[in-house]
T-cell receptor
Framework: DAGITQSPRHKVTETGTPVTLRCHQT?????MYWYRQDPGHGLRLIHY???????DKGEVSDGYSVSRSKTEDFLLTLESATSSQTSVYFC?????????????FGPGTRLTVT | AQSVTQLGSHVSVSEGALVLLRCNYS??????LFWYVQYPNQGLQLLLK??????LVKGINGFEAEFKKSETSFHLTKPSAHMSDAAEYFC???????????FGDGTTLTVKP
């Protein structure tokens, strides 16, 4: 199994509070991704990173920001959590940005915003 | 641009029966395609991938998929379902930028004893 951990694994927070989710990898892969998974929507890309301090937006980036100060860590921040951000969040890594490279996923973080 | 359509959000089969999960894709460039499986309360893991070598791709746990360009399809099959195959399955197509993939909405496979 790829060495990917996510923390916390479960979190309940109140509307309007900031939340930071952490993804940590031990594979030294250059590419890292944050997805959210909602019933009937599959996985949707929030943000991704192609190197330290190099990040870009995905298809559902509004209300989220990311940072990557080290190869192994990719942080996702909800600046002011809303109920629509209740979801399961997955981090993924990939060895390369080439099209034939698969992604390896972390175990997920279940976030509930009340 | 790429997109994936998985036909059937839920599929139910009996143990020992054929499994067929359907995936159709749209891609502006020759596609690279993946099937992932997600067991309850876990992340996704790769079942198999198509990267333009062979059109029939074999994966883990007895699954295989056939790339059909004329039908823009990449259906997943397994000859004989096992109870342990119960999971959610996702088809994905790889884009041309930064390894980003576009995922289908998923198909939940139920296996009845």
């Amino acid at each position: 199994d790829a060495g990917i951990t996510q923390s916390p694994r479960h979190k309940v927070t109140e509307t309007g509070t900031p939340v930071t989710l952490r993804c940590h990898q031990t594979e030294n892969h250059r590419y890292m991704y944050w997805y959210r998974q909602d019933p009937g929507h599959g996985l949707r890309l929030i943000h991704y990173s192609y190197g330290v301090k190099d990040t870009d937006k995905g298809e559902v980036s509004d209300g989220y920001s990311v940072s990557r100060s080290k190869t192994e860590d990719f942080l996702l921040t909800l600046e002011s959590a809303t109920s629509s951000q209740t979801s399961v969040y997955f981090c993924a890594i990939s060895e390369s940005g080439g099209r034939g490279y698969e992604q390896y996923f972390g175990p997920g973080t279940r976030l509930t915003v009340t | 641009a790429q997109s994936v359509t998985q036909l059937g959000s839920h599929v139910s089969v009996s143990e020992g029966a054929l499994v067929l999960l359907r995936c159709n894709y749209s891609s502006s460039v020759p596609p690279y395609l993946f099937w992932y499986v997600q067991y309850p309360n876990q992340g996704l893991q790769l079942l198999l991938k198509y990267t333009s070598a062979a059109t029939l791709v074999k994966g883990i746990n007895g699954f295989e998929a056939e790339f059909k360009k004329s039908e823009t399809s990449f259906h997943l099959t397994k000859p004989s379902a096992h109870m342990s195959d119960a999971a959610e399955y996702f088809c994905a197509v790889s884009g041309s930028n930064a390894g980003k993939s576009t995922f289908g909405d998923g198909t939940t496979l139920t296996v009845k004893p």
